[in-house]
Structures are given as structure tokens and as C-alpha cells.
């Protein structure tokens, strides 16, 4: 009898014991961090109320983390260790699509699911391959929803547009605001674009072009990184430039109003959800992660970090294992997950979710609820 006991101990230590590895690879320090932080926090705190809740197949989510540091080569070399030392089943994580694409070959070829939380190159899985699953929409979708709120919303009928060359994403988010906002106020409507590289300091000759147009542009398009929105606000409005500013998700981070200050009054950004919804689960979500953080979520991309480690525990539950060829298979399938920042599924062989697009005011130093866009 006493043998028996010590074998149905041991056993259920093993159980206790037993994890499920999970990768999380972001990018919590460098130009990055301002929106790879929170979204390393939604993800953990995902992991959390999943193992308090019992886990998945009764196995506990272990994250094994790894920062990135807004590196290519870091990120490169992350994911080989994800995959070569730490074995981990399925991954997820990384809020910028160059990052996603020096990473993402890496786990394709290693059969390992990468579940992208935030970047939003609209082809971003189709270059990785096919283990690889965006959470949020496509920049074509956010870039047409951007350019459809200047012109329906704002009543803008010309713009200037401005991009950083330094990044996939903000090359591509220009892309797809001219060729909509073309749809709508013609070609010609377009009155400048211009062009700066991430980490300029000093943007006076771009400014300098734009204040020289008569007329003035009704509004300002520009696609940027988050480490430069801050300074953007600051040197246009400083000239005296006072138009609507919209931009992409990249401008969903506290640096716009901490280094902007007042001068980021009157600019409007796309994103993935408004943390002042008062639908259930957002709300739930904002209350779990002021507690668990002592602050509220710093914005949109805390919500993608959380449903990336829940889309990816939903899909080992369907799966039934920890296999990751299994896991994979699980994310093609999935159908109405229901997560903070909407709905996901994935249609035909698509591995972008359609979603709806929210838009965000910048008021009294606030990010207000302006319009929710289904272009």
C-alpha cells in the first residue's frame, strides 16, 4: 500500500511539474519597447490566468522569454535559440514586421507555429510561410480605414504625405493610404511626400518643403515608428503647422503624448482596440492588468500580447497536444476566437484575420474613442 501511494505521489508530482513551452519573443528594450513592453506583459499575464485556471491539457504554459532589443540580428539569433536550446512548441510575440521577418524563417524551417502579435504587414505569413499566423489586421486595412476617416470624417480633400524608409512597416502603410486616398480625392489631391529615415532628430527641411506649399494641405499622413511620433508632433506643430495629423498604430504609444506633450492635440491614429470600450472583456482585461501591473494598459498592443497567448492556448486545446505540427494545424482551423482586440479567424488559406479597425483622437493629453472603421 505504502509503494502504491509513493508511485500515485510521484506521479502527480510529474503532472505538476509537466509544461508546455511557449516562446515570447519581443523586443523589450530599444525603439521598440514602448509597445513590445506592454505586449510582452498581456501575453505573460495571459499565461498566468490560464495556469491559475488549471493550465492547458493539464499542463502548465511555461513563456520562455527572450528580448529581442530591436536588433535584427538579435532577433535572429532568439529564435534560433528558441528553437535549438530551449525546444520551445510554438511561439509568439514581436509588434514590427522587420523584426517578425529576421525571426519568422527561422521557426518555419523549424516546424515551429509563429503566432505574430502586432506586426502588420498584410503579406507578412505568406513570406515567412506557412506556419506562421498574424493576430492583428493587415496595414492595408488600417491604411484604407486612415484614409477613409480623413476624407469621410475629417472632411479633408488633400493631404501630405510623410514616411519613414527605414521600416517595412511604415513603407507599406504609405503604400496603402496613397492608393486608397487616391480612390477617393484623386491622384492629384496628393500634394507632397516626403521622406525621412528612423532615428533623424531634426525634421526642418521636410518642413520646410511642406510650409512652402500654397495651399496647405488639409491634412498630414504620416506613417513612423514609435520611437519618432513624439518629436514629428513636435517640430510640425512648433512651425506653426496645425492641420489634422493621422497616423498608422505606430502612433498607439505613450511617447506621443510624453514627448509631444500639447503639441500631439488634433492627431488621430488607427489601432487595435479602444481600452476605454466598456464591453466585458476589454474591461476585464484593462481592470487584470492595472492590478497585476500598477498601471493601466499602455495601449493597444498590452490587448494583442494577451490574446496572442490566448489564440495560441486555444489552439493546443483543440489540438489536443503540444505537438507543434499540431498546434499549427489548430491555428489554420481557427474559426470566431473571441479575444479583447475582436474577433479571429482565419479564411481559406489567409492567415490575416479580418478585423475591424479602431481609430484614436489624442485630446487633453488623452487617447479618446473617435470611430470604429470596417473598410
Known sequence: MKKILVVLALIGLSM???????????????????????????????????????????????????????????????ASRLVDVDKVAVVGGINDSTFALASGP????????FVIAGATLPDLPDQIGDYAFMVPFGDNIQAYAGAEFAY????????????????????ALRAFFKERWADLAGADSILLEDTYKNGDKDFSAQIARLKALDPQPDVLYIAAVPDDVGNLVQQIRGA???????????????????????????????THVSLSNTGDMV?????????????????????????????????????????????????????????????????????????????????????????????
Open 16 to 78: 505538476a511539474f509537466a509544461q508546455i513551452k511557449v516562446g515570447a519573443l519581443w523586443n523589450i528594450t530599444g525603439g521598440m519597447s514602448s509597445i513590445d513592453e506592454p505586449g510582452y506583459n498581456g501575453m505573460q499575464l495571459a499565461a498566468d490566468q490560464i495556469n491559475a485556471a488549471g493550465g492547458v491539457l493539464g499542463q502548465e504554459i511555461q513563456l520562455v522569454v527572450i528580448d529581442g532589443k530591436t536588433d535584427q540580428t538579435a532577433n535572429a539569433n532568439a
Open 152 to 171: 469621410n470624417d475629417l472632411g479633408a480633400k488633400t493631404v501630405y504625405v510623410l514616411y519613414d524608409t527605414a521600416f517595412d512597416y511604415s513603407v
Open 240 to 270: 506653426g503647422l496645425m492641420q489634422p495629423i493621422v497616423g498608422g498604430d505606430g502612433w498607439d504609444t505613450p511617447i506621443l503624448t510624453e514627448v509631444g506633450g500639447e503639441a500631439a492635440e488634433n492627431t488621430y491614429f488607427t
Open 283 to 375: 474591461q476585464n482585461f484593462v481592470s487584470s492588468y492595472t492590478e497585476t501591473y500598477g498601471n493601466a494598459p499602455e495601449n493597444a498592443f498590452a490587448a494583442l500580447g494577451y490574446d496572442t497567448m490566448g489564440l495560441i492556448a486555444d489552439a493546443i486545446t483543440r489540438a489536443g497536444s503540444a505537438d507543434s505540427a499540431a498546434i499549427r494545424d489548430a491555428l489554420a482551423a481557427t474559426q470566431g476566437y473571441s479575444g479583447v482586440t475582436g474577433t479571429i479567424s482565419y479564411e481559406g488559406d489567409s492567415r490575416v484575420p479580418n478585423k475591424s479597425v479602431t481609430v484614436i483622437k489624442v485630446e487633453n493629453g488623452d487617447f479618446v474613442f473617435a470611430k470604429e472603421v470596417t473598410p
Open 106 to 113: 527561422i521557426f518555419q524551417d523549424a516546424g515551429i507555429p
